[in-house]
T-cell receptor
Framework: AQTVTQSQPEMSVQEAETVTLSCTYDTSESNYYLFWYKQPPSRQMILVIRQEAYKQQNATENRFSVNFQKAAKSFSLKISDSQLGDTAMYFCAFKSFGNEKLTFGTGTRLTIIP | DADVTQTPRNRITKTGKRIMLECSQTKGHDRMYWYRQDPGLGLRLIYYSFDVKDINKGEISDGYSVSRQAQAKFSLSLESAIPNQTALYFC????????????FGPGTRLLVL
């Protein structure tokens, strides 16, 4: 069974700074996908970024980028120029190829300080 | 316009009552999912459906049932609610052209007394 671990329950950073959220996972699969979802106080789950394991290039979406280290089974999220609207819970998630289930980590609560 | 809507957004019910949570989508996605979120446990899959005639159990389906009334509608029922079903429930959809990605609705907060 796959597991996803987010070892930082809470983090805070000053507005405009850069912050990195950590995620590690355990799997014996070779084909899979990784995701970061954001859950603001409105509780909506919003897809931030996705990464295919077969792609070596790290995914980027505007201020959000990932550092995908397949051998180390690590998938961290970097938020550049952080904004107040980035305050939220961030969940790392794993999905193996052909499996419908998303496996989520327990989340990191990120607070952006004005 | 919300692409995935869930009703109700909040619900309080009593132990033993039957309750239905509804999900509808305008995305035209064929796959739909129900998850629950408990504090400290992330989200867990309850049921999923590939189309109207194809429904599958997830990892925590006991105590729940589902109905896919149409491609756009997927309902979750608690036949006899119990307090440990108090949680935040999410519906999600997945498009044919991007199977691996799931898009979530706004969630339904359920409290079972």
């Amino acid at each position: 069974a796959q597991t996803v671990t987010q070892s930082q329950p809470e983090m805070s950073v000053q507005e405009a700074e850069t912050v990195t959220l950590s995620c590690t996972y355990d799997t014996s699969e070779s084909n899979y996908y990784l995701f970061w979802y954001k859950q603001p106080p409105s509780r909506q789950m919003i897809l931030v970024i996705r990464q295919e394991a077969y792609k070596q290039q790290n995914a980027t979406e505007n201020r959000f980028s990932v550092n995908f280290q397949k051998a180390a089974k690590s998938f961290s999220l970097k938020i550049s120029d952080s904004q107040l609207g980035d305050t939220a819970m961030y969940f790392c998630a794993f999905k193996s190829f052909g499996n419908e289930k998303l496996t989520f980590g327990t989340g990191t609560r990120l607070t952006i300080i004005p | 316009d919300a692409d995935v809507t869930q009703t109700p957004r909040n619900r309080i019910t009593k132990t033993g009552k039957r309750i239905m949570l509804e999900c509808s989508q305008t995305k035209g996605h064929d796959r739909m999912y129900w998850y629950r979120q408990d504090p400290g446990l992330g989200l867990r899959l309850i049921y999923y459906s590939f189309d109207v005639k194809d429904i599958n159990k997830g990892e925590i389906s006991d105590g729940y049932s589902v109905s896919r009334q149409a491609q756009a509608k997927f309902s979750l029922s608690l036949e006899s609610a119990i307090p440990n079903q108090t949680a935040l429930y999410f519906c999600a959809t997945s498009p044919r052209e991007r199977r691996e990605t799931q898009y979530f609705g706004p969630g339904t907060r359920l409290l079972v007394l």
